[in-house]
């Protein structure tokens, strides 16, 4: 029984501004063990069941609890389905008021409510004692939604989400200005984690209650604001929705993203009076932020956060590939203008493609990424891009939508887009997407600008839907798969010069039957913004990635290929590139590379160079050699004798170059032609 005083009594009623989340409790974790989650309520055929709170409790609460625990009474929500207020009659399960049979509508209660997240506003109520001076208490609760999302184990934290804009916020946050969060309690201590716009920000400084019941956010010199951008879909999962005003978000998920945030310069200045003009303030908290610096994430951990969701999302939809193969493909799409998925049918190259692009966040559905399976009869660029009708003064756009795309990635800069070209060999590369071939190898900070008609000698009508050009930046990665066979076109040399061609290793049947689908990690923010993706690419010289004695050993094999042929061997574009590759490999959570420089060299001359090694045996057999089907060395090849040399292994072992120099032996013996 408790005696309460009207102060009391009001603290605990105001916590019924706030929103909660709470599931049905289970058995084991009732107050006493001789009740039930969903139970009898006196003799009335409406159950009652309890509710364990998933996200903080108001400090009043709190308290109230120690109090009934004191007393040996349940501290659990009571919730009762004997009001429409408190259960509202839209969430009641189907045929329960059909029914006054009790053990029937416990039954669908318990279906209705178990693995389900239920938002609520606490509800505390009073009745006389028998005494006729004190009350008893109890804990009840007014159901505002059911959701589906329920997960085992998870807790969650209140954020309160505003809607004024994110320059007033950080005005507010500065100038000492009272703030009030709807939905939220916080007459004990503020918010940690608020959402603002297209941001979640992290409070580490102390909230001061101000004398309009609101809080005034007090940062001292240790204190911080951070922030990230979040990605809705991202965070879709781990998000519950409370109201318009207040989310409730994973505290495991909020954990993980630590690493995330950025943080944002906050200084413990003096309260100005409100009758202040705060435009020279404004002015100064401007300059103030545009010279601080903004570049503080952690973008080797985001890398590694990538790495692992890209890994397990594959795994969660029983796609699994090699690590390495992982590794080599990401490094060479975030270095390269184009990379291209090689090798046997069936590997996996198109669903590998997709998958990087859904662990980027991109969809089809948002014109961030665009499929374009390549027909033969593709044989030049206006099969993709369209064309200017001459008659019309109209330009007709492909059916691909690629014109559209293009314009879609133009206007939204900061976003990543990401183009598949599906079995791009069975067509000429060169003859379609040769603009590009040029385009791509232009500097970023240069225009690289795609034209589409000239303006100068048509006219178009409809030119201020399909302007004359469209610019093409550095937030579009193009991808290809290609089998190759009798079916497909040979790679210009023009074109592996611009590419990375990742083949994909077969993992083992048996492997594959051990191996068993895991839950994708859930990352917070977008991977597919440009500002973290292109951030995961070195600035260092590329040259500089290189020992002197591995460029002597470059420059002996770019000799030992020109002998054959002197549009052939090891150009500077390819050291370049090659050093940006080397440059640019992630390390993993131990500070170490997840690919080993000497494996680096190896795929890379395997990738870059070998590629453009192909003729007949008139032209190329002492350079590559023949070999038989059991064999392992290769007979007579320069290239063989080369790699095997002691400078070579100086360098690496070779292990993937030396594999393919002898697949081409072997080829150039049977066909007397190495593809």
């Not at 604001?225 to 999962?237: F, G, L, Q």
């Not at 290929?561 to 500077?572: E, F, L, M």
């Not at 070579?648 to 393919?660: N, V």
Request: aromatic fraction near 12%; glycine fraction near 4%.
């Amino acid at each position: 029984m408790f005696r309460l005083d009207k102060e009391e009594k009001s603290r605990f009623k105001n916590t019924s501004n706030c929103l909660m989340l709470g599931k049905l409790a289970s058995k084991d974790e009732l107050y006493y063990s001789t009740d039930d989650p969903i139970m009898p309520f006196g003799q009335s055929s409406n159950p009652q069941f309890f509710v364990k709170p998933l996200s903080p409790e108001p400090v009043p609460l709190l308290e109230l609890n120690s109090m009934f625990i004191e007393r040996n009474l349940n501290p659990l929500y009571i919730g009762l389905t004997d009001n429409n207020l408190r259960f509202p009659r839209n969430f009641y399960p189907a045929g329960y008021m059909y029914t006054y049979d009790l053990d029937k509508r416990i039954d669908s209660l318990n279906r209705r409510l178990e693995n389900k997240l239920i938002v609520f506003r606490p509800q505390i109520n009073y009745s006389k004692a028998l005494d006729g001076y004190s009350e008893k208490i109890f804990k009840n609760i007014e159901i505002l939604n059911i959701d589906d999302g329920y997960r085992d184990g998870a807790e969650y934290a209140s954020v309160p989400k505003l809607g004024m804009s994110i320059s007033s916020w950080d005005s507010s946050l500065q100038s000492g200005k009272a703030l009030r969060f709807q939905d939220f309690y916080y007459h004990s201590e503020g918010p940690k984690y608020v959402i603002c716009g297209e941001y979640l920000y992290k409070l580490n400084g102390d909230w001061n209650a101000s004398d309009d019941h609101g809080w005034v956010y007090e940062s001292s010199f240790d204190s911080t604001v951070e922030r990230v951008k979040i990605d809705p879909d991202a965070i879709s999962d781990y998000q519950i929705y409370g109201s318009d005003n207040l989310v409730f978000l994973d505290l495991k998920y909020l954990q993980e993203a630590e690493s995330s945030f950025v943080r944002v310069a906050v200084e413990d200045k003096e309260r100005v009076d409100s009758k202040h003009d705060m435009s020279s303030k404004t002015h100064h908290l401007h300059e103030e932020k545009n010279g601080s610096d903004q570049d503080e994430i952690d973008y080797d951990n985001l890398e590694i956060q990538f790495i692992e969701h890209l890994t397990t999302l594959g795994e969660s939809k029983r796609l699994f590939y090699d690590l390495d193969d992982l590794i080599n493909f990401h490094v060479s799409v975030k270095t390269n203008p184009i990379t291209v998925l090689a090798g046997m049918s069936g590997t996996g190259k198109s669903q590998l493609a997709l998958l990087y692009a859904e662990a980027m966040g991109l969809k089809q559905d948002k014109d961030t990424l665009l499929v374009l399976p390549i027909s033969p009869s593709y044989t030049e660029p206006s099969d993709l891009l369209g064309y200017l009708n001459a008659s019309t003064g109209l330009y007709v756009p492909s059916d691909t939508g690629f014109v559209e795309f293009l314009k879609h990635a133009k206007d939204d800069p900061e976003q990543m887009h990401m183009v598949v070209f599906d079995e791009m060999n069975l067509s000429q590369v060169e003859h379609w997407f040769a603009p590009f071939i040029s385009i791509l190898e232009l500097p970023e900070n240069q225009e690289r600008r795609l034209r589409l008609y000239n303006k100068d000698m048509a006219t178009c009508h409809n030119r201020s839907d399909y302007p004359d050009s469209i610019e093409i930046g550095d937030n579009i990665v193009f991808i290809g798969t290609a089998n190759i066979d009798e079916t497909t076109k040979n790679f210009s040399d023009r074109f592996l010069d611009r590419a990375n061609i990742v083949t994909l290793r077969k993992l083992s049947f048996s492997y594959l039957a051990e191996r068993e689908p895991v839950e994708p990690t859930k990352p917070l923010i977008s991977f597919g913004a440009k500002d973290v993706f292109t951030k995961w690419r070195s600035e260092n010289h590329a040259i500089g990635a290189f020992s002197l004695d591995e460029l002597k050993f470059f420059d002996q094999l770019h000799e030992t290929i020109q002998q054959y042929d002197n549009q052939k061997g090891v150009s500077h574009r390819v050291i370049r590139k090659m050093g940006e590759y080397l440059n640019s490999i992630p390390l993993n959570s131990s500070g170490k590379p997840y690919l080993d420089r000497k494996i680096v060299i190896d795929l890379q001359i395997k990738q870059r160079i070998l590629t453009k090694i192909r003729g007949s045996s008139d032209q190329f057999q002492d350079l590559i050699g023949t070999a038989s089907e059991t064999q392992g060395d290769v007979q007579q090849s320069e290239l063989f004798t080369l790699f095997i040399s002691e400078q070579a292994r100086e360098i690496s072992d070779f292990e993937f170059t030396l594999a393919e120099i002898h697949r081409k032996a072997r080829e150039m013996r049977i066909h007397d032609y190495a593809s």
